[in-house]
């Protein structure tokens, strides 16, 4: 009966932190990758976000640099077989266009997924926005502040390119709203 009920706590651990990622508790200015939840950065403690350049679903040249130069930027980290980031994708896709107006720019990493896959997820879920096709994981890597194993991940770089916020885990409306609302008024 043990060990029955900690085979699932460890699947209940799993399903509550993502795809794989690592548990923890959530604490503002820290830099451990296995805090799970929302982690904001104080403007003296942000770092420059890697730059990424890659493909989209179709095959076009992508730059991180280039789409958020003085933009907010929100970078998530999904996958279609990703259960967590089946679930915070229509919400994502639903605030990249409330958000568009504000200047706010929206950009997705699909990781370790095929194209026909990611290309047909990301249309169900409304996510308009482009994504960089990632199915070795290349550009996550250089994401180093960002779980390799565990997705859904998202990183939110002020207008400077400076990461400002990260959530390890699925994302929820409220946390995006709060640290977007924030970084739009700083503009």
């Given at each position: 009966?043990?060990?029955?009920?900690?085979?699932?706590?460890?699947?209940?651990?799993?399903?509550?932190?993502?795809?794989?990622?690592?548990?923890?508790?959530?604490?503002?200015g820290?830099?451990?990758?296995?805090?799970?939840?929302?982690?904001?950065?104080?403007?003296?403690?942000?770092?420059?976000?890697?730059?990424?350049?890659?493909?989209?679903?179709?095959?076009?040249?992508?730059?991180?640099?280039?789409?958020?130069?003085?933009k907010?930027?929100?970078?998530?980290?999904?996958?279609?077989?990703?259960?967590?980031?089946?679930?915070?994708?229509?919400?994502?896709?639903?605030?990249?266009?409330?958000?568009?107006a504000?200047?706010?720019?929206?950009?997705?990493?699909?990781?370790?997924?095929?194209?026909?896959?990611?290309?047909?997820?990301?249309?169900?879920?409304?996510?308009?926005?482009?994504?960089?096709?990632?199915p070795?994981?290349?550009?996550?890597?250089?994401?180093?502040?960002l779980?390799?194993?565990?997705?859904?991940?998202t990183?939110?770089?002020?207008?400077?390119?400076?990461?400002?916020?990260?959530?390890?885990?699925?994302?929820?409306?409220?946390?995006?709203?709060?640290?977007?609302?924030?970084?739009?008024?700083?503009?």
């Amino acid at each position: 009966m043990p060990r029955r009920f900690a085979v699932v706590l460890i699947a209940a651990s799993i399903t509550l932190t993502g795809c794989g990622a690592a548990a923890g508790g959530s604490t503002k200015g820290s830099s451990s990758v296995d805090v799970v939840g929302l982690t904001t950065y104080a403007i003296s403690d942000r770092h420059s976000a890697p730059a990424l350049k890659g493909k989209t679903f179709d095959g076009t040249a992508l730059s991180l640099g280039s789409v958020g130069q003085g933009k907010v930027v929100v970078l998530n980290v999904w996958a279609s077989w990703c259960g967590p980031c089946r679930e915070e994708s229509p919400m994502l896709g639903a605030a990249a266009k409330s958000y568009a107006a504000q200047g706010v720019v929206f950009v997705g990493i699909d990781e370790a997924d095929t194209t026909s896959a990611g290309r047909a997820f990301a249309t169900s879920a409304g996510m308009t926005y482009p994504s960089f096709v990632d199915p070795q994981g290349a550009l996550l890597s250089k994401l180093k502040m960002l779980p390799q194993m565990g997705i859904p991940s998202t990183l939110v770089l002020d207008t400077h390119g400076r990461i400002a916020a990260r959530v390890i885990g699925p994302t929820t409306a409220a946390e995006l709203k709060q640290v977007l609302d924030g970084l739009v008024a700083q503009t």
